[in-house]
T-cell receptor
Framework: GQQLNQSPQSMFIQEGEDVSMNCTSSSIFNTWLWYKQDPGEGPVLLIALYKAGELTSNGRLTAQFGITRKDSFLNISASIPSDVGIYFCAGRRDGNQFYFGTGTSLTVIP | NAGVMQNPRHLVRRRGQEARLRCSPMKGHSHVYWYRQLPEEGLKFMVYLQKENIIDESGMPKERFSAEFPKEGPSILRIQQVVRGDSAAYFC????????????FGEGSWLTVV
């Protein structure tokens, strides 16, 4: 199946620092989604992107749809302890399944 | 998690038994996706269904696994003759339509095979 490469695999940061993670694909996607998953829970949608070049914010989170349509990044500003979790990207071509990245595990050190 | 209901949340089965996992979509959603997640791993696509139709089952194991989404009632993922390797979290996600470019996940069903 389609492979989405997500990096970094894990991050350990100090509270208050900014975070950046990205997702790349070998194929063009029409939609990019970013999710956060806490232990024992389902993924929760953070940001949805539908157009190449689109930059969307949700509070301290900002995500962009790459202009090549093969990548996306997620930034978190001024991290706080509750940002801890696993972040997944997902991409989709029209009418097909959503492909997920392997996840970025974020640890925030108070 | 935005109204997608999965049950049971936790299920324990002995090897050789059957497991049935249910997913009730958000109100108005007619498309269901099932994903499997092994510990410390990402979400692996299994099957994509709409009411009474399987759209894409390319991620389903060829044997023992089946899925349905009847006209009435929840979507069901069925695993026959479970083995230890089937132990995982199974998530369903739903969308409004096939052009609905956002999917919302349920809380997941954790299957443990003993």
């Amino acid at each position: 199946g389609q492979q989405l490469n997500q990096s970094p695999q894990s991050m350990f940061i100090q509270e208050g620092e900014d975070v950046s993670m990205n997702c790349t694909s070998s194929s063009i996607f029409n939609t990019w989604l970013w999710y956060k998953q806490d232990p024992g829970e389902g993924p929760v949608l953070l940001i949805a992107l539908y157009k190449a070049g689109e930059l969307t914010s949700n509070g301290r989170l900002t995500a962009q749809f790459g202009i090549t349509r093969k990548d996306s990044f997620l930034n978190i500003s001024a991290s706080i302890p509750s940002d801890v979790g696993i972040y997944f990207c997902a991409g989709r071509r029209d009418g097909n399944q959503f492909y997920f990245g392997t996840g970025t595990s974020l640890t925030v050190i108070p | 998690n935005a109204g997608v209901m999965q049950n049971p949340r936790h299920l324990v089965r002995r090897r050789g038994q059957e497991a049935r996992l249910r997913c009730s979509p958000m109100k108005g959603h007619s498309h269901v996706y099932w994903y499997r997640q092994l510990p410390e791993e990402g979400l692996k696509f299994m099957v994509y269904l709409q009411k009474e139709n399987i759209i894409d089952e390319s991620g389903m194991p060829k044997e023992r696994f089946s899925a349905e989404f009847p006209k009435e009632g929840p979507s069901i993922l069925r695993i026959q003759q479970v083995v230890r390797g089937d132990s995982a979290a199974y998530f369903c996600a739903t969308s409004f339509s096939d052009s609905g470019n956002t999917i919302y996940f349920g809380e997941g069903s954790w299957l443990t095979v003993v």
